[in-house]
């Protein structure tokens, strides 16, 4: 098993900065790596951006380059996404969660993710 807790979430401005952290513990060695998704009311949750602990190759989704940045630190298994010039449609729940499955490392629809954080709220005000 393995724990997710994210934090960091709050109410910011447009155009301000977040960052969100996600702690993990219990079997952390059991992923390949780490993604975060995020979900805004009465829409599907959506993919953000994704880590890979072998290379550390990273992955975004086309509307959060340049944006919003995430990486990791292996010894305080904690994975990060700090988000810059923050859109009031950037508000949502976002999750992280651990890659349990490397069957298809081009995909990154959430079912790949075998472990989920319980989210941390991201409100842009306009």
């Known amino acids: 098993q393995v724990q997710l807790v994210e934090s960091g979430g709050g109410l910011v401005q447009a155009g301000g900065s977040l960052r969100l952290s996600c702690a993990a513990s219990?079997?952390?060695?059991?992923?390949?790596?780490m993604g975060w998704f995020r979900q805004a009311p009465g829409k599907e949750r959506e993919f953000v951006a994704h880590?890979?602990?072998?290379?550390?190759?990273?992955y975004y989704a086309d509307s959060m380059k340049g944006r919003f940045t995430i990486s990791g630190d292996n010894a305080k298994n904690t994975v990060y996404l700090q988000m810059n010039s923050l859109k009031p449609e950037d508000t949502a729940v976002y999750y992280c969660?651990?890659?349990?499955?490397?069957?298809?490392?081009?995909?990154?629809?959430?079912?790949?993710?075998?472990?989920w954080g319980q989210g941390t709220q991201v409100t842009v005000s306009s």
């Open positions: 880590i890979w602990w072998s290379g550390r190759s990273t």
């Open positions: 969660a651990a890659r349990t499955t490397i069957t298809d490392v081009y995909s990154y629809t959430g079912a790949e993710y075998g472990y």
């Open positions: 219990g079997r952390t060695f059991s992923s390949y790596g």
